[in-house]
Each structure stands twice: as C-alpha cells, then as structure tokens.
DNA sequence: GTCACACGTTCGACATTATCGAATGTTCGT
DNA sequence: ACGAACATTCGATAATGTCGAACGTGTGAC
C-alpha cells in the first residue's frame, strides 16, 4: 500500500465528513505535519479533485470526485439490470425500491426508485447506510464472511436509533437465518419510522454483488407475505440475469 | 505535485474514459511499468475507489467515488442556493433548465431541472461537455483568464457537432461579447437538435462561481426575448443571493 | 490604526519510500 | 496438457516524499 496515495485517499474521506475543514484541521484529523498534507491537497486541487473555497481558505470536495461518480453509475452493470426490476417491483408492492452494494461495512446506494405515489422524494442515491443497521446490509453481509470480517473489526457497532442492533452475537444470528431464508429484515434500526426489507443478488461468479430492497413506514409493518415472495422473486430473477446458476448463492470468502 | 498521487489521480482519469481496463492496460495508458501502476490500483481498491471486476480480472471505478460525488452536492452552496430559481425558471420558460461549474476547461453539470413538460427524461447531474462547446461553458469562460487558459491549452478543439467552434480566435471573439451582454449561447455546437442559453453566476468574492442556462430544441430557436431577460433575471437574483455586489461581475484572474 | 497571532505556504536537507526490472504465480486459450 | 499472456510479488536502488523551520499573509483584538 503507497503511503502518500493512502494519504490522498484519506484526506478525501476527512472531506467527507467534515464538509469544509481548513489545511490545518486536516493535518490534525490525519496526525500529520501541515505541509505534508499541503502537498498532497495542492496535488489533489490540482486535478479538480478538491477545492479551496473561494474567500475562507476552507477546502471541500471538488467537481471532479462528481464526474467519477457518474461514471461509475454508468459503468455498473448491476444498476443498468436492476433498475426495470426496481421499477416493477415498486409498482407490484406499493413502496420505494433501493438498490445498493457494500462498500467496506458500508451500504451504498445506487438506485432508488420512489414510491409509486407520486409524492416528492429525495433523490437517495449515493448516501451510505451502516450495513449492520439496514436490511441491504444485512442481505449481503449474510452471504460474505469478507463483508462480516469487516462489520465485525468495526465494532463496537454504531448505534442509530434505539432499535440498532450493537450486539454482534444477536447479529450473527440474524445473518444465519438469513443465509437461510434469503429475505433481511430491518426495522427502524437505522431510521425511526422506517423499516425494510432486503435480499441479495448474485452474479455468474458465485458470490453476491449487492441488494435489493423495499423501504417500508412503521405504520405498515410487519408487511403481508405478498410483498416478501415478490421481493424474493425480483432478486431471484436479477440473478438469473446476471448468470447467476442458484438463488440464494453460496457464502462466499 | 506529489507524483503517486498525481498518477493515482491518472488512474482514476483513465478508469473514467474506458470504463473498464486490465492492469497492463493501465499502464500502458499511464507509459508507466506494469508493477508501478499495480502497487497504485491496489491502494485504490483497499478504499473501495476502485474495484476489480469478478472473474474478468478488469478494473474499474469503486462504490467510493460515488459516495465522495454525492457528498460533493450536498456540500455545494450553489447547488442549493440555485435549485429554486432553476425550477422556477423551467416553469416560466418550459425549457429545461442546467447549472453547471468548471473544471479545468470543462463543464460539470450539477443540477437538472426536466422540463415542466411531463416527459420522462435522463438525470444529467454530473454529465461533462467541453466548455468551448456548451453556453454554460461561454458564459463562465468569458470572466475567466484561467479558464480561457486552459481553453487555450486544450486545443486543438475537439469538434462535437458539424457546428461545434474549432477557431480560437473565433471563440475569443464571442467571450468579449458574452463578457459584455452577460448571455451566451450555443446552437447545436455540442449536441444535434440542441441549442443554449446561459448566463454566469457571482459570488460574494467578486468571480463566477458557475453557471445557469436553459436547454431549447433547435424547432424553437432562435429564441424569443423574453426567455433571455428571464434568464438574466435570474443569474442576477442567484448572484445577488450569493453577495455579489454587482451582475455582470467583474472579470478575473 | 497598530499589533500580534494564527494560518497557509514555501524551502531545503535527510532518509524513508516509491519505483522499476526480474522472477514467480495464475489464468486463459489452444 | 501445454504455452502464452497476464497479474502479482520481491528486492536493490536512488529518486522521491517527508518534515521542521522560516516566510508571508490575512484576521481579530485592543
């Protein structure tokens, strides 16, 4: 692993969290010297990847990290297959239909297809959800020990409402059933009102490649059968899809 | 310049042309060895910025780079300061309406307002077009020495369309009339069937900082006056809501 | 209005660190 | 089963990034 380009990486994720942090906070929250993490920033300012802000000295993000983003959306091939499922299922079941991959112990979302109501929504895709608090997170970390390895060294597990499971006992034991019964279950463990449901896809390599799930208001959970069995059998087909030979897939490393 | 980063930036860059490449491809791209690229292109993907596809053994862009994008919109002032006006400037006009920001000597798009018509349409959030091709990109270049730099420096310019400016000096001529009148446009220069509109947008620090223009089919240009002066009106109202003392602003470094 | 501080930035010597070519392992196609 | 092309690992070299100190600049206090 190169160290300067580690560096430049983590630098991108400080500006992640914190939105607009001045050169010397960034060398605080990386534990470096201040022109150490000045050269790295003027390389990354350099190529649009960062920005300084114009008056205040502040740097964020830059237009091109956009760019990339896009492009990746555009490249995966998991999105451009799931999206007509996302918006079948969402007009068979009534509810908002997410899409997502892990990222480390993280989900992202790389589909969102509103609820069929035609009400305002927020555009979700590109937020990131804890994966031991979601149901996609849940879905696909039941079939990858990577995926649990990483879950567990991040522990203790961050609590978001006061449903979230920290225990990872308790969560492993949910990963097992649902190795078993290929449908994750979440309810407002990530965000009060809102519960979900969740199965993972499978691709021709044997092994998963993300989820997809329905979000689902409190007032409507627990959710009838129906709902799940049309679920199960979109991800079951996106599989198929995608060369998948079974559905659930195997555990894989 | 860091030089790993910089290469490490160029891997992203390249990722970001062909969708997906082979490590020996990289390379060859970067005139750089096979295992120099791979001790960068492995970091990357510790951080999930890049990931290698299954079974193929090809790279590609990682679920992070969505995620630092998505984080790159919310962070945006202009983003949010501009999202109103854009949809009430569709309204009045029926046209879509695009803001977009420079990087280096393109244009990135950061919000899309459809046009109020209805009609389904792609989301072109985070969608490139050179800026010696697009009206956004005229209307930011014209108050911009570094832009025009780095216009310059990009050529030969590259041609989109039969219609597209090649000439330097051709596009010269046009910044010193945007720089005065505070609208500039395109027709069919970057896309068949297209035509432009745009004008810049100032911040409080006495420079453009973006800009805002409306999307007209070719059937319906030239256009009528009226939607002009509603979009002067309007990257007035953004400037001034941003603190810019005067509109046109002034034209900088 | 002046001072002082804090911050970003530049510079140069040092040694850590990335780099590169060759060797190894792995996967694919024949 | 063989060969070729590719990704990957390893280790010696010196080029490279790193760090501390000095400089410049802008900001807030008095």
């Known amino acids: 692993m190169i160290q300067s380009v580690d560096r430049a990486v983590r630098v991108l994720s400080a500006l992640q969290g914190s939105r607009r942090m001045t050169l ?25 990847m960062v920005v300084q802000e114009r008056g205040s ?8 990290v956009l760019l ?12 451009s297959r799931t999206a ?9 079941t009534g509810y908002a239909v997410r899409t ?10 790389i589909h969102h297809e509103p609820r069929p109501d035609g009400s305002r929504q927020m555009p979700e895709v590109g937020i990131v959800i804890p994966a031991h608090a979601s149901a996609l997170g ?21 609590s978001m409402t006061g449903e979230t499971l920290t225990d990872l006992a308790a969560l492993e034991a949910q990963w097992e059933e649902v190795a078993a019964t290929g449908v994750a279950a979440e309810a407002e ?3 009060l009102g809102e519960c979900a449901l969740a199965s993972p896809i499978f691709d021709a390599f044997d092994g998963v490649v993300g989820a997809i799930g329905v979000v689902i208001p409190s007032t409507a ?17 996106i599989s198929r899809e995608l060369g998948a030979p079974t559905w659930p897939g195997p555990r894989i490393a």
Chains 1, 2 share one sequence.
């Open 189 to 191: 463990e990530a965000v």
């Open 24 to 48: 010397s906070e960034l060398a605080a929250a990386l534990g470096l010297p201040a022109s150490t993490v000045h050269g790295i920033v003027k390389t990354l300012v350099g190529h649009g």
């Open 138 to 158: 849940k879905a696909i970390t039941a079939f990858s020990a990577q995926a649990q390895k990483a879950v567990g060294e991040a522990a203790p597990l961050r």
């Open 84 to 92: 007509p499922w996302a918006g079948e299922l969402a007009r068979r």
């Open 100 to 109: 997502g991959v892990l990222l480390i112990d993280e989900i992202v979302i």
């Open 68 to 79: 990339l983003g896009n492009v990746y959306l555009d490249t995966l091939e998991l999105r």
């Open 221 to 237: 959970w627990p959710v009838e059968p129906p709902v799940r069995e049309a679920l199960r059998e979109t991800a079951r087909a």
């Open 57 to 64: 000295s502040r740097y964020m993000l830059g237009p091109r």
